[in-house]
């Protein structure tokens, strides 16, 4: 068998310390990572602070809270998780070239002669931290023959140090520790049934009663325990993502603008794409703004496009919504090779040779998709089928739905936000007039009141409604029973 | 009744039974009508007639005339609201409703047009709600299809019997509609009729109904958008409001009372009668009876003294009188049939005063012999019917319920419901849920809630909980869970009430499906169908019985012994031994904290001793200050004392201490000179539904009737007070016999044959207080041997091998009843040879073999629990078919288990151990931290400061305790009676309410051998993973 040493790189609860090392702050204060911010989204990770407080994973939000009432809850965002495992792995990179990426928070590196060449295992590995310095994590490693006893080596060490097993002695290494650490999930209620607490004891078993039993996941453990290589190590080649950026010489504002400088840098990127038979589903954006601070969106859709149009309109509509708080001093456009797929996967029709042309049209901030591009655009495919009205019953009589003694549903009734409040005036029993600053309406006819009430867990509300017909158009009319005034809610137009 | 112009009746109202609709109790209902001025008023609720007694009851009390009927939902899923009118109608709507109920999955009745069309005589129908079908086609706007509907309906009910319902709720399209049908009326000249679609009796009560309706729907207020009505308008209005808001409907408001004057049904005409109990020819019924008495009698007696033959033919008499032979002669058929299957039953309370009763073999005590007074259970005066119960061995009532059906026929028999109502924590729940609260904060309140909570301190809990009481919501939450407190939420089965009647049931009373596989209840509880004139059987379940019955076949079986319980001489010094030291784990009655307690103190030695034991600890008793002072004087403390020397004789055998009814009453009689039926009144007036009026009435003439016999003002005044408080309290002494008879059979199971006793308990489970694992522990402490459970060696129950129990596979846990036949049937083809053997006969799922293999079944295979499972878990992979014959794989070594682990899969897999009990696995570190042992009390004095530890068997916070709580803790060397104030359950109640294992410090009280720890101080006692598999009892 080919000699191999490989060393396993983790970080515990992974998105949690990240938000933890930008946030130092919080350090002493209760924080869980949680799929969501409702009350029964379940807590996914919690630092020690938290922990003092009994909250742990598995938790739901509110049961954290009630635990530790001054508990901070940061959602998991798997996106970002997903951006920072691959930035990592692009620094591990620097170190060795052959870097697996298991899951986010856990990466394996090729390690055979890279103690040669940084002078023994120890100071590859300090190396690696030094690496991965920047990033302020609770970074652990563990160095081995093989992936899997690298992996357990790694979960046993404590955060910020390492551990080395060297080369044939993995089943001594492996022998006391609990089997729990290296055995699937389904199969460690068995092992604690069968009292098979340590790597040992099931080493001991043989191989094919373990294959009897547990299938492939029961020789796999058997296989680790006994120090043997299970999964072998897989390394990937880092794809350079598509990337362009521009820098200004006086900060920019207008958002229609930076839209059209972004849309610029994103169209020789899809250039790119398309040679490739190539197209974009996800674009990066930041832009670096005058304060110092990044902002960055990812615009992302449903199906790769090799136009920038639905692109350019996310960026609109995001920056219609939070325009950047400084001016903008330069901007990066990037596609990630994880953005992209091959054209033949495209379910639409049209083929990547309609290019947007570099200049868009464009008026007075509103986008203007060019026509001959438009169906190229994924929404275009999508069918609208106007809503049909019901056909009326063929007539029996005179049949006709029960309509309101009011005339109101002749009309579309536009409702004031807030409601007006007025004067009503009554004379001789009967509702006479309308007052108000902006209203003075004499009452022709009425009807109601309808009762309607309400709402008594949050916001009371008891009315009494009337439709009012003046000598101009219909209100819809209110009395609070609860305030004792008057008001105009609507009108009918 | 005489019309007036402006009355209005209300006649369409739902109450709280339109499950989840109704907001309003049919009594509240009933008041508000009368506070409002309404002569009459309808109740409405859907698809029956569940607070139809309720509701007449309260209304006549309230001088209001009820009128019954139901909004029923037809096949075409249209509401029409159908009114009785005479007894005729009433005996349709039945049938229309039980038709429905019967042909329905619970909840979905239906009536279908023909069997309406069948039984609309007597019926007055409305055209209902908005989804009735003329509203509903009006509201389409197809007046001609509504038409023709008005024309149907009209031809099925009549013309006069038949009117358009105007309901009006200050809304739009209320008024269309109002409009449409009354032109509708004047077109198809057909009355129209207002009504206000009643769903609570005052606008106060339109939030529960909003909740209600939330709970009905799964869905939240912020969520219920159109599920909840606009506004609430649908409350009990003033007749004359009512007047008002229909003055342009002509005859709208004048119909109701129309109406109301031709809906005359009252149930007082309810021909509830017994069937007919077939009879030899020529004999009347009455005759039988007297024959089976006689030859009863003969047998109970031998030859009669002049006082047993007098007592006989005066309640012979007196049944004829009554016209009760037939009742008599149905239950003594039932116990004939009981007697013949070998189905153990006995009847108890009232009906043990009998001596019919027990010349009939209905009861089994001697009612001459003990003295009880007959007219406890009848006499000519009291209104009701009698009421016999019949217990009978659990596991085998199902046979006698199933004969009574088949007797009398289905269309004869049913069992009466039980009105399932939202208690605290439920309520708590839903109205929490409703209110769109988290899962964890209502968790949270409902946990501090206990769970026969009636809703009381809801505040203080919510503030345990962490709440903000005085938050808007949490208000709301609060106030509205603690009216739906008592709401019923849907129907289930009476333990054993069952009725039988001469005409079909379903005329009588509505009857649906019960959930239960081959059973029907009528739509009313126990009180209702008396209520109503049923006589009622209550054929109930005792576990006991089942104990008895299982324990005299092991005796049969291994010593050849038949035990014949009549024979018994009752006078055993060893029984009386063995309840004076209170081990009495599994004895009848007997076992409970409190009677443990007693017994001591009381030291029984004779069978009336048992009598005024099993009397004695009740909650009336203790809430009348009885106990202390006849132990007192039994113990020689306190002199022995009459209110009168005339009452000597009736106190005499409770020294002094009025303990049961039948001494009530007999202090009537003998004080007063009041017949025993009158001395039944004044028990009855004086009892749990008293009376003021008839109270008064009562008490004078007792009085009158004392001084009368020479007893002086204040003695008679102070005999009048005793009684009128004792009434409430006391307890059947023919009852308390029935029970002592009992506790004297279990107690000489378990001294004489403690291996058939130990053994029948366990297969008797569930029932009494303790749960296997401690009745296990008990065993082996008094010596008994009980060997683990062994798929060699066992069977199903467990059994009796050799002087000790074998635990059997009922039990593993997982191991349900499924199981059992698969078991059985595999055992029947004979005994398993090996592991693979076992797995392919028995057909068990995995997740049932891992736990067998767990806690050691395949012991008999030379296989140690790990072994097994790792032999079971290469059988689970071989392909489906295979024939799973012994593996050629070298044999593997598993780990030893550890006494801890062993105890833990054994409770995991079989809630109980026969390793070491899990403190005696801690005693080395209790015993270092200062924690005594159970038995280590025996030692310490009185005002002791000790440090105990158990694990917590049984929780009793008992109504009479005053917020006590009484907490039994076991450990390995025996039970630990803890007392925890009030104020210690507030300040620790997460411990002591929640916990699995304690730590308890607190003072020794001793008293006559009855040691207790008064609780100061308590702390949570962690088994690691063994804390999960425990669980105690508790009780209120």
Redesign the interface.
């Known amino acids: 068998m080919r000699a191999s040493r490989i060393a396993c790189v983790r970080v515990p609860d992974f998105a949690l310390a990240w938000w933890l090392a930008r946030h130092p702050e919080f350090s002493e204060v209760p924080v869980v990572l949680a799929e969501g911010q409702k009350?029964?989204s379940p807590v996914l990770a919690v630092n020690s602070a938290a922990h003092a407080y009994d909250v742990r994973p598995g938790l739901?939000v509110?049961?954290a809270r009630?635990r530790a009432k001054a508990l901070h809850v940061q959602v998991r965002d798997p996106k970002s998780e997903h951006d920072l495992s691959r930035r990592i792995v692009a620094s591990l990179q620097s170190v060795t070239p052959a870097v697996e990426e298991d899951a986010p928070g856990l990466w394996f590196l090729e390690s055979l002669g890279q103690g040669r060449l940084y002078g023994g295992e120890r100071r590859f590995i300090r190396h690696v931290f030094d690496t991965l310095a920047p990033f302020a994590l609770p970074v652990c490693v563990g160095l081995a023959g093989h992936r899997d006893v690298a992996r357990v080596a790694a979960q046993v060490s404590s955060p910020r140090t390492f551990l080395i097993v060297p080369t044939g002695s993995e089943r001594k290494f492996l022998a006391a520790l609990p089997s729990h650490h290296a055995a699937a999930p389904s199969l460690a209620p068995?092992l604690r049934?069968?009292?098979?607490?340590t790597m040992a004891?099931v080493a001991e078993?043989?191989a094919?009663?373990w294959a009897?039993?547990?299938?492939s996941s029961g020789v796999q453990l058997q296989k680790l325990a006994q120090g043997l290589e299970g999964s072998p190590f897989a390394p990937e080649t880092l794809t350079e993502p598509l990337r362009q950026e521009a820098a200004f010489d006086f900060p920019l504002f207008s958002s229609i603008t930076l839209v059209e400088r972004a849309e610029a840098l994103l169209t020789p990127l899809l250039a790119v794409l398309a040679s490739r038979q190539e197209a974009a589903y996800a674009v990066h954006v930041e832009f670096d703004l005058e304060n110092r601070e990044n902002v960055s969106w990812e615009l992302a859709l449903s199906t790769p496009v090799c136009v920038t149009a639905p692109f350019a309109r996310q960026l609109s509509h995001a920056l219609g919504l939070q325009p950047p708080r400084a001016g903008v001093r330069g901007i990066v456009v990037q596609i990630e090779s994880s953005g992209a797929a091959p054209v033949e996967q495209l379910e639409w029709s049209h083929r990547p040779e309609r290019v947007v042309p570099r200049e868009l049209p464009h008026r007075s901030g509103e986008w203007r998709t060019p026509r001959a591009l438009s169906a190229a655009l994924p929404e275009a495919a999508a069918e609208w089928h106007p809503t049909e009205a019901p056909t009326p019953?063929a007539g029996?009589?005179a049949?006709?739905?029960?309509?309101?003694?009011?005339l109101s549903s002749a009309f579309g009734l536009r409702l004031f936000s807030p409601p007006q409040r007025v004067t009503a005036v009554w004379s001789n029993g009967a509702l006479s007039t309308l007052e108000s600053p902006a209203l003075h309406q004499r009452v022709q006819a009425y009807?109601?009141?309808?009762?309607?009430?309400?709402h008594?867990?949050?916001q009371p509300f008891h009315r009494l409604y009337y439709e009012v017909d003046t000598a101009g158009p219909r209100y819809l009319v209110y009395y609070d029973r609860a305030a004792g005034h008057w008001y105009v809610q609507g009108v009918f137009d | 009744m005489t019309t007036h112009a402006s009355e209005y009746v209300e006649l369409h109202c739902h109450s709280n039974f339109s499950f989840l609709d109704g907001a309003s109790h049919p009594e509240e209902l009933a008041r508000q009508a009368a506070r409002l001025g309404y002569r009459a008023c309808a109740l409405t609720d859907h698809n029956g007639l569940y607070g139809a007694v309720r509701f007449s009851r309260a209304a006549l009390e309230a001088g209001v005339h009820p009128i019954l009927g139901a909004e029923v939902t037809l096949e075409d899923g249209h509401h029409l609201v159908l009114l009785v009118s005479d007894e005729t109608g009433y005996g349709h709507l039945c049938r229309l409703l039980s038709t429905a109920q019967l042909a329905a999955a619970k909840g979905h009745a239906k009536v279908s047009h023909a069997v309406l069309r069948e039984h609309a005589s007597g019926l007055i129908a409305l055209s209902g709600c908005r989804h009735g079908k003329i509203p509903a086609l009006?509201?389409?706007?197809?007046?001609?299809?509504a038409l023709r509907a008005a024309e149907e309906y009209a031809h099925w009910f009549g013309r006069d019997r038949f009117y358009l319902e105007l309901q009006h709720?200050?809304?739009?399209?209320h008024?269309?509609?109002c409009?449409?049908l009354y032109e509708l009326g004047h077109t198809a000249n057909l009355g129209v009729v207002a009504t206000g679609n009643v769903h609570y009796a005052t606008p106060h009560d339109?939030?529960l109904q909003?909740v209600l309706n939330c709970i009905r729907h799964h869905v939240t207020?912020?969520d219920a958008g159109g599920v909840?009505y606009?506004?609430?308008?649908r409350y009990l209005m003033p007749p004359a409001a009512m007047v008002k808001k229909f003055s342009r409907y002509s005859g709208a408001v004048a119909n109701t009372l129309d109406i109301a004057l031709r809906c005359t049904f009252s149930f007082d005409t309810l021909p509830a009668e017994l069937p007919a109990f077939p009879v030899p020819g020529g004999m009347s019924t009455q005759d039988y009876l007297r024959q089976l008495v006689a030859e009863g009698a003969a047998e109970r007696y031998g030859e009669l003294s002049a006082v047993q033959k007098s007592q006989l033919e005066h309640e012979l008499s007196l049944i004829g009188k009554l016209n009760l032979a037939g009742y008599f002669l149905i239950v003594w058929d039932i116990a004939r049939f009981c007697r013949e299957r070998g189905i153990l039953c006995q009847g108890r309370g009232s009906a043990a005063n009998s001596a019919v009763c027990y010349c009939l073999k209905i009861t089994a005590v001697d009612p001459i012999k003990l003295d009880l007074l007959f007219e406890r259970f009848l006499s000519e005066e009291r209104a009701e019917p009698p009421d016999i119960d019949v217990d009978i061995a659990n596991h085998r009532r199902e046979e006698v319920i199933q004969y009574v059906y088949e007797k009398y026929g289905r269309e004869h028999a049913a069992m009466v419901c039980e009105v399932i109502c939202y208690r605290g924590r439920l309520a708590v729940r839903e109205v929490g849920k409703v209110?769109g609260f988290?899962?964890?904060?209502i968790d949270?309140l409902a946990k501090q809630v206990g769970h026969y909570s009636n809703g009381e301190n809801l505040a203080s809990h919510a503030r345990a909980a962490?709440l903000n009481a005085a938050d808007?919501?949490v208000r709301?939450w609060l106030d509205l869970a603690a009216r739906l407190v008592g709401f019923p939420r849907h129907l289930g089965i009476h333990v054993g009430g069952m009725i039988v009647t001469a005409r079909p049931l379903a005329e009588l009373v509505p009857i649906e499906n019960a959930t239960h596989p081959g059973r029907s209840v009528i739509q009313w509880d126990k009180d209702d169908a008396q209520d109503a004139g049923f006589i009622k059987i209550d054929l109930l379940g005792l576990g006991m019985l089942t104990l008895i019955d299982l324990a005299g076949k092991l005796v049969q079986e291994h010593h050849g012994i038949t035990l014949d319980w009549a024979t018994l001489s009752y006078d055993d010094s060893n029984i009386y031994d063995l309840l004076c030291r209170a081990e009495t784990v599994g004895v009848f009655q007997v076992e409970s904290r409190a009677q443990m307690n007693t017994l001591p103190r009381m030291k029984p030695r004779t069978f009336y001793d048992l009598v005024v034991e099993v009397a004695l600890i009740r909650p009336g008793p203790i809430q009348g200050g009885m106990v202390h002072p006849y132990l007192r004087r039994r113990d020689g403390k306190e002199a022995v004392t009459y209110p009168h020397p005339l009452l000597e004789p009736i106190l005499k055998r409770t020294l002094g201490v009025p303990l049961f009814q039948e001494q009530g009453m007999k202090v009537a009689v003998a004080a007063a000179g009041f017949t025993a039926a009158q001395a039944d009144q004044l028990r009855r007036a004086m009892g749990h539904k008293r009376s003021h009026q008839k109270m008064e009435e009562l008490g004078l003439a007792l009085v009158a009737g004392m001084i009368r016999n020479g007893i002086d003002q204040k003695a008679a005044d102070e005999i009048f007070t005793q009684l009128s408080a004792f009434a409430d309290f006391g307890f059947a002494e023919s009852h308390a016999a029935s029970f002592a008879l009992l506790v004297y059979i279990s107690a000489y199971l378990k001294v004489y044959y403690p291996a058939e006793f130990y053994c029948s308990l366990l297969n008797a489970q569930p029932m009494g207080f303790y749960s296997p694992s401690s009745v296990v522990f008990e065993a082996r402490r008094r010596g008994l041997r009980i060997l683990p459970v062994d798929c060699t060696k066992s069977l199903w129950d467990c059994t009796v091998e050799g002087g000790a129990v074998r635990l059997g596979f009922r039990s593993i846990k997982k191991l349900g009843p499924r199981a059992k036949e698969q078991i059985e049937r595999a055992l029947e083809a004979g005994s398993f040879k090996s592991l693979a053997d076992f797995v392919h006969r028995s057909a068990l799922d995995r997740d049932a073999l891992?736990q067998a293999a767990?806690v050691g079944l395949f012991r008999g295979f030379g296989l140690t629990r790990?072994q097994a499972?790792?032999q079971l878990?290469?059988l689970?992979?071989r392909p489906p078919g295979e024939l799973p014959l012994s593996?050629q794989?070298?044999e593997?070594v598993?780990?030893?288990?550890l006494a801890s682990?062993a105890v833990l899969?054994d409770f995991q897999g079989m809630d109980l151990t026969l390793g070491p009990h899990p403190m005696k696995l801690f005693r080395a570190v209790l015993t270092r931290r200062g924690i005594r042992s159970a038995s280590d009390l025996e030692q310490c004095a009185q005002g002791d400061v000790v440090n105990v530890a158990g694990i917590v068997v049984i929780r009793q916070r008992p109504g009479t305790a005053k917020g006590f709580l009484f907490l039994t803790l076991e450990d390995e060397t025996g039970f630990i009676n803890v007392v925890v104030k009030p104020d210690q359950v507030e300040r620790f109640r997460s411990e002591v309410v929640h916990t699995t294992g304690l730590v308890v410090q607190g003072k020794v009280e001793r008293e006559q051998g009855v040691i207790n720890v008064i609780g100061t101080g308590f702390e949570p006692l962690r088994f690691g993973r063994t804390t999960a598999q425990l669980h105690s009892r508790d009780f209120r």
């Open positions: 009350a029964a739901s509110s049961q009630a068995y049934a069968l009292g098979l607490d004891q078993l043989p094919s009663q009897a039993r547990f299938g019953k029996l009589l049949d006709a739905p029960i309509h309101l003694p009011c009807h109601g009141p309808w009762v309607v009430s309400g008594w867990w949050r | 009006l509201t389409a706007g197809d007046t001609q299809a709720h200050h809304l739009p399209a008024e269309a509609l409009e449409r339109r939030p909003d207020l912020d909840l606009p506004n609430a308008e209110l988290a899962g964890d904060q949270l962490g808007l919501r709301h891992e767990l790990r499972l790792w878990l290469a689970f992979q593996t794989e070298e593997a598993m780990p030893t288990m682990d899969a």
